[in-house]
């Protein structure tokens, strides 16, 4: 990978990857309903502009994105391309991010235990400072992951 010629703080092209998982105290179609119907009311959403809402289209070709006005900014986070309720959704995804930035997610739900096992997988390719990727990968992941165990289990909306 070549530096561009910005210098010593220019973004390069980064690879990645994350698995993550969590046990959440509810069924796997309760979690699948909250988590991809009800995506606005625990998906962390860092930005200074103002948000709508944040939706999931749960069928194949369906947007993943985040609606900022009724003038119809907002932003494509990616595309279902597979879903298959309460098992598995499959995104295509830029994350969100400006720049060279492709990628995927995978939720998977799992009956574990009285409860359901969710593990959330990424693969990404993005333009970013060096290290910053898996960095703030597994950071976000984590803090999304925390969110969702806290709606479905408490009702904690977080934001």
């Known amino acids: ?13 980064s690879v990645g990857s ?9 069924p796997p ?4 309903h ?3 119907n009800e995506v606005d009311a625990w998906w962390i959403v860092e930005t200074k502009r103002q948000v709508l809402g944040v939706y999931i289209e749960p069928w194949p070709g ?10 119809g900014h ?30 995927t997610m995978t939720w998977r739900l799992f009956a574990q235990d009285d409860g359901t096992l969710f593990q959330m997988s990424t693969q990404a390719m993005c333009e970013l400072p060096e290290r910053t990727l898996s960095e703030k990968t597994k950071l976000g992941g984590k803090e999304l992951l925390k ?13």
């Open 34 to 36: 909250k988590a991809v």
């Open 147 to 159: 969110s969702l165990k806290r709606y479905v289990e408490e009702g904690t909306r977080s934001r």
């Open 29 to 32: 179609e309760e979690v699948w």
């Open 74 to 103: 907002g932003l494509l986070y990616g595309t279902v391309s597979v879903v298959d309720p309460p098992d598995i959704i499959h995104i295509i995804t830029t994350f969100g991010m400006s720049g060279v930035s492709v990628g």
């Open 1 to 13: 990978m070549a530096a561009s010629a910005k210098g010593t703080n220019a973004n390069i092209v």
């Open 62 to 71: 369906g947007r993943f994105w985040r609606k900022c006005d009724e003038e």
């Open 18 to 26: 994350m698995d993550l998982d969590v046990w959440i105290n509810a």
